[in-house]
């Protein structure tokens, strides 16, 4: 079975600049979350999508983070502009969603590398 | 807000050592737990989980973690660890009728050879 496909693995932008991520998830999942992943600290959920729709975006910088998942599969994460304090690793993950919430187990991309000068 | 707690940041052990990882997170009531296990250079993949039932869980590579109710915690163990267990290893809590997870900030261990 093929795991989450993310693009690129490194990024170097300078501030202001803009970026984007993209995330194929596994094939039959439902589910899909970006992370972002600060040196030193634990995955911080930006957004959730349950197909093509937003469960969650509580936490994501609307001001200039963005993500869309148009035809329920793939995703893209955009920031515009960039500051310094997003240089950290964006995960992203999908799931199967079945009845019950407590068996959708999360699997992981390898990342994107972000650093912005 | 629900929290998690690894009270170690980094732990080095001697190959054949018995490793012990903490974890502690702050909800009271019914909880979904992880562990994931990040090796250099990988991504982020499950090592264990509790759902229900028998509050000791075995995960892949001999680790199991117990999971104390009254404690609110869900210690990581290894009774024997290998140079091969390096890594970056998360505690992660989901309360059981939501879908997010929360994650602690990362245990790094080095096992020396």
């Known amino acids: 079975e093929a795991g989450v496909a993310q693009s690129p693995r490194y990024k170097i932008i300078e501030k202001r600049q803009s970026v984007a991520f993209w995330c194929n998830p596994i094939?039959?999942?439902?589910?899909l979350y970006w992370y972002q992943q600060i040196l030193g600290q634990g995955p911080k959920l930006l957004i959730q999508?349950?197909?093509?729709?937003?469960?969650?975006d509580s936490q994501l910088p609307k001001d200039r983070f963005s993500a869309e998942r148009l035809k329920g599969v793939d995703s893209t994460l955009k920031i515009q502009p960039a500051k310094l304090e997003d240089s950290a690793v964006y995960l992203c993950a999908s799931s199967f969603t079945s009845g019950k919430v407590a068996k959708n187990i999360q699997y992981f991309g390898a990342g994107t590398r972000l650093s912005v000068l | 807000a629900q929290s998690v707690s690894q009270h170690n940041h980094h732990v080095i052990l001697s190959e054949a050592a018995s490793l012990e990882l903490g974890c502690n997170y702050s909800y009271g009531g019914t909880v979904n737990l992880f562990w994931y296990v990040q090796y250099p250079g990988q991504h982020l993949q499950l090592l264990l989980k509790?759902?229900?039932?028998d509050p000791l869980v075995k995960g892949i590579k001999g680790f199991e973690a117990e999971f104390i109710k009254s404690k609110f915690s869900f210690n990581l163990r290894k009774p024997s660890v290998q140079w091969s267990d390096t890594a970056e290893y998360f505690c992660?809590?989901?309360?059981?009728?939501?879908?997010?997870?929360?994650w602690g900030a990362g245990t790094k261990l080095i096992i020396k050879p």
């Open positions: 094939s039959g999942h439902a589910t």
């Open positions: 509790y759902f229900s039932g």
């Open positions: 992660a809590v989901r309360e059981d009728s939501n879908y997010q997870l929360i």
């Open positions: 999508f349950q197909n093509n729709g937003v469960v969650d």
